[in-house]
Every structure is written in C-alpha cells, then in structure tokens.
C-alpha cells in the first residue's frame, strides 16, 4: 500500500470573497471507533492550510488529439467524479435567466436519496475504480495551472492568474499526487497513476484520507460502516449542505438542493432564441457526448448536447478553447449562436443529476427561460433574492503593458471586482445598484403553472452570490477507439458508460 505526501501548490493569494463557517470536525461526520480513527481534510467552506487560494474551478486544460475529419481536433472524453446524486426527472426543474446569464437546478430530494448517498458515491467510485484497472482505458494527467504558469509568457501567466481563480480540482488535498507535469498519456505510469486518482476519487467521497481501495475490497466492514443510514446522512450534509434547503411542502419531499451554473447567451441579447417560456428539455432527441457537427466541425468538444429547443438550441460545451494552452473555458456573456454555453464540470454535473436513459421519452425536465432575471426565495426563509454565481469575465487573452505589473494589468477580472461591475453590461446595467449590491425594478415572474407570467415589479432585490463549484472532470481516451458519427458512443468505456 503507496502512502504519498500531500502535493503542495504554488498559488496566488486571493481574498476570501465571504465569511467562512466554522470547520467541520471528524466527529461532526463520523460517531464510531473505527470511523474517528481518520483525520477529516475536507472541511466545507474553509480555505485549506496548505493552499493559498480559494477552491473554484472552472476552466481545464486539455489533450487535443487527431479524428478521422480533422486532425489536431479539440476532442475527448469526460468523466464526472464529482459528488451530486442522480434524479428522476420529475424531480428536477431549470430556471434560465438570460439577463442573469445563469442557470438554476433545483432537484427535489427524498429522505431514501439522503439515506443512501453514501452507497450512491461508492457505487459510483466503483464503477470508476474498475474501468481504470483496464489497461485500454488511458487517463489525461491533470494541470496544476500555477506551475504551467511558470513557464509561459508574462501574457498568458496574467491569463492563467485570472482563469486559476476557478481552476482547482475536487480533488485535490486528497494525499495524492493529482497533478503531473504533462498532459499527455504517455508521459505517466498509467497504473500508478489510475491507482492515485481512483484513491483521491474515494477519499473525497467519504472524506477520509486514509483510506485505500483495498480496504473496501478487503474488509466488508468498512463499506457497511461508511453506508450506515446515519453516516450517510452526515456525508451529505457534509458534501451537499450548503446547497440544502429543507422544505417538506411536496409529499413524499424533505428538500431540495439548489446548483446555479454561468452560461453564455446569443449575441443578439437577451430578448433573442430562446423564447421565453415554460417548456421541457428534449431529452429523447439530446446527445449524450457530441463531438462533431458538419456545420461547426469539433466545437462540442466531446460533451453532453442537451436540447432545448426543436431549433437546435441547446446546453453544451464551453466552445472557447484558449488554443495557445490548450484550455476549455467559459465565457460568460452574450457570445454564442443562440445555445446556452456552459462549463464543462457545470455541464458534466448536469448530465448527472439526469436520469441515467435520459433518452427515454417519458422523461419530462421542466425548464423555465426568462429573458430578465431569476428571482427565488431559494432558502425558503421567506425572503426574495436574484440569482447569481461568482464566475465572472474570463477574457479571450491579455496584453500586460510594459512595466506594468500582472497584479495590477488582472486586477479588473478578479472575482471581488467582477462581482460589482459584471451586470453592468448594456442590458442589465439600468437594473443594477453594485453600491448595495441590488437589482431594482425588474420584472415579477409567476412560473408555478404550465405558462409563464409576468406578474408586476420587484421593487428591490437583493443579489445571492452562489459560489463557484470545483473541477470535477477528468479527461481519457480508450485505445482502439475512433470516433464516428455525431456521438461518442464506441468501445466500453464511452461517456455514457458513467452517466447510466
């Protein structure tokens, strides 16, 4: 059994953007001898002693390799490893605002999904955990960006010090050595390094730093212990909390969470495709890992094409790929042809909190598209808030003026300042008061029935920040697989293998 030291990152410092609560102890989530033996390392909301900058993650460098129409396209395969369970369909709703230039889910939770999370994370790292023993299946190392930044131009390493406020990974922290020197294949043991991601997947499922494969394999006990109804109920407040709000006003419901997502919107503004209206995703004619079109080529990048509309608008990729690095990445702002961008963890994460056959026709997810801002009482407190997410404006490149220090060149697209100047774009900007951090005289929306209404004024609203969520995606290949046709469905190991 390999114990490996923590991997230390070189980081830049960045301020806390909110009040931290305060840190969860081991016997906050585990109650038995066996369980209070493991150090707890994850703490939810607390900045890590050994990292120096706040835990977003967003943009993620890629591996570009050749396809049968294309060579050098900016194609792949994802895998999700992070920590939402999987819904029903008529559990999930979408609230689009396309002024807000966000995306709400809210999925309605159970008290048998809460009981049975931990098995739900296990299962899934399992899952994981066996594909990576199979010598075709090929992991992309992952990219500190702090240390890539080192060895590129003063340019690209302004670049890097904005897009690295959302660059790290779920798993770090873990104990393992997550991050290598090298994209490619090639550059690392496979099965050393399969080994070390599959550890740091488990361990910040159960947020247990020690504890190996093996010991789910070898002792029963342990698996049984970690999927006890009461510890599985810690493990979610732990993992999920913060996006927990208790309501018990649907039968058969104790809650819901509530996962806010950037998207980008046409060029042509917010009052452009796709309509507002109340409506539902076409599930049965989306793709689950779109990586070419006839029109617009490798843009899709290999990720879930969720349709919105019968047009062909859609949820998909980020499309923008810093081509100089190799690097996906949102922009957050009117920029596409019509479909709603999206991260591509955001995106990822989606498609797993979708049905597994999400292409079965029955399966009906309600979407709601406004063309001016989403406004929910989303912590059932009774209080009204519109909805926003602290991703901001990362650029398509910067030019760092001669004698001018990266500090100061950047300064305008770190978080603290993007969040008082982001909505003052020309649509938004007469609605936005950034002194109070208020939305003022904006439409009332009344969504609870089957068409959408505008319903009178909101006077004054307060603005909810929701944080940015870590990477949770790792890139591989299977060898002997080339791709064909529109979705990637070829081999044993294509996206939808993990998403079922």
């Known amino acids: 059994m390999r114990v490996l030291g923590l991997v230390l990152l070189c980081a830049t410092s960045l301020p806390a953007l909110a ?147 959302y660059m790290a990974h779920n798993l770090e922290n873990r104990g393992m050595k997550i991050y290598q020197n090298s994209r490619l294949t090639s550059a690392v043991d496979q099965d050393i390094y399969k080994e070390d991601i599959s550890t740091a997947v488990l361990r910040s499922y159960v947020l247990r730093n020690d504890i190996y494969a093996d010991d789910i394999y070898n002792d029963p006990n342990i698996e049984a212990d970690l999927t006890r109804a009461e510890v599985s109920q810690k493990l979610f407040a732990a993992h999920l909390n913060e996006n927990f709000t208790k309501d018990n006003s649907r039968a058969g419901y104790v809650g819901y969470l509530t996962m806010v997502y950037p998207i980008a919107a046409t060029t042509a503004g917010p009052f452009d495709q796709p309509k507002e209206q109340i409506t539902d995703l076409k599930l049965a004619e989306s793709i689950e890992a779109r990586w070419w079109s006839d029109k617009w080529q490798d843009e899709f990048g290999g990720f879930p094409f969720l349709l919105i509309e019968w047009s062909g608008v859609a949820f998909h990729g980020p499309i923008t790929n810093k081509s100089d690095m190799d690097v996906w990445f949102l922009r957050r702002g009117y920029v596409s042809h019509g479909c709603h961008r999206m991260d591509a963890g955001d995106l990822s994460e989606m498609r797993m909190m979708l049905p597994g056959n999400f292409k079965d026709k029955k399966n009906k997810v309600k979407i709601v598209i406004m063309n001016y801002f989403d406004v929910a009482d989303v912590n059932n407190d009774g209080k009204v808030e519109a909805i926003d997410v602290q991703y901001y404006n990362v650029p398509s490149s910067v030019t760092v003026a001669k004698g001018t220090a990266i500090d100061k060149a950047v300064a305008p697209f770190m978080v603290q300042a993007q969040q008082k100047t982001f909505w003052n774009h020309s649509y938004a900007t007469k609605y936005f008061v950034s002194a109070r951090d208020v939305l003022v005289n904006i439409p009332k929306y009344d969504h609870s029935g089957s068409t959408l209404k505008v319903v009178g004024t909101h006077t004054e609203v307060p603005i909810k920040h929701y944080p940015y969520r870590a990477n949770r995606i790792l890139q591989y290949t299977e060898d002997g697989i080339k791709r064909q046709g529109y979705d990637d469905t070829l081999g044993k190991y294509p996206p939808g293998y993990f998403t079922k």
Request: proline share 5%; glycine share 6%.
């Open 19 to 165: 009040k931290k609560p305060e840190p969860i102890t081991p016997e906050m989530i585990f109650s038995t001898p066996m369980e209070k033996r493991s150090l707890l390392h994850k703490v939810i909301g607390q900045k890590d002693n050994q990292l120096d900058f706040e835990p977003y993650g967003g943009p993620i460098f890629h591996s570009r390799e050749n396809t049968s129409k294309k060579s050098n396209a900016n194609v792949g395969r994802y895998l999700y490893v992070g920590d939402v369970p999987k819904f029903e369909a008529q559990d999930l709703e979408f609230y689009i605002s396309k002024m807000g230039l966000t995306l709400r889910v809210k999925a309605w939770v159970n008290q048998a999904k809460i009981d049975g999370y931990s098995k739900t994370l296990i299962d899934r790292w399992r899952k994981i955990d066996q594909a990576f023993k199979d010598e075709v299946f090929k992991l992309h190392p992952l990219i500190s960006h702090q240390e890539y930044a080192l060895k590129q131009s003063i340019n690209n390493q302004a670049w890097l010090k904005i897009a690295g406020q």
